[in-house]
């Protein structure tokens, strides 16, 4: 019904910056919750962003406050994170989700996501 897909990941060095994309397609529709987690080997997936359907709601990981930035842009179907000041502790494959809801209020909760996309790897450098 909808398909996502990531792209931007990739390898920086420590205090560098990458922006990740996400394209949804499909039965697409604005009344999405969307989120990026991520999973680092032998680790769970975690939640690390989130937004609300109409992007008036935003929410972090405590990790990644002041440093990451979650958007979406409806027309185009897509949801971006932007990730400044990488450190080493954020490589990980990073995954784009979405949610059917039209809360203000944005899960982080991976279990009630419908829809994920392949995952993309980010490597930071010491």
């Known amino acids: 019904q909808v398909q996502l897909v990531e792209s931007g990941g990739g390898l920086v060095q420590a205090g560098g910056s990458l922006r990740l994309s996400c394209a949804a397609s499909g039965r697409t529709s604005s009344s999405y919750t969307m989120a990026w987690f991520r999973q680092a080997p032998g680790k769970e997936r975690e939640s690390v962003a989130a937004?609300?359907?109409?992007?008036?709601?935003?929410r972090y990981a405590d990790s990644v406050k002041g440093r990451f930035t979650i958007s979406r842009d409806n027309a185009k179907n897509t949801v971006a994170l932007q990730m400044n000041s990488l450190k080493p502790e954020d490589t990980a494959v990073y995954y784009c989700?979405?949610?059917?809801?039209?809360?203000?209020?944005?899960?982080?909760?991976?279990?009630?996501?419908?829809?994920w996309g392949q995952g993309t790897q980010v490597t930071v450098s010491s």
């Open positions: 937004i609300t359907w109409n992007g008036a709601g935003t």
């Open positions: 989700a979405a949610k059917y809801s039209s809360s203000w209020y944005p899960s982080r909760i991976a279990s009630e996501y419908d829809y």
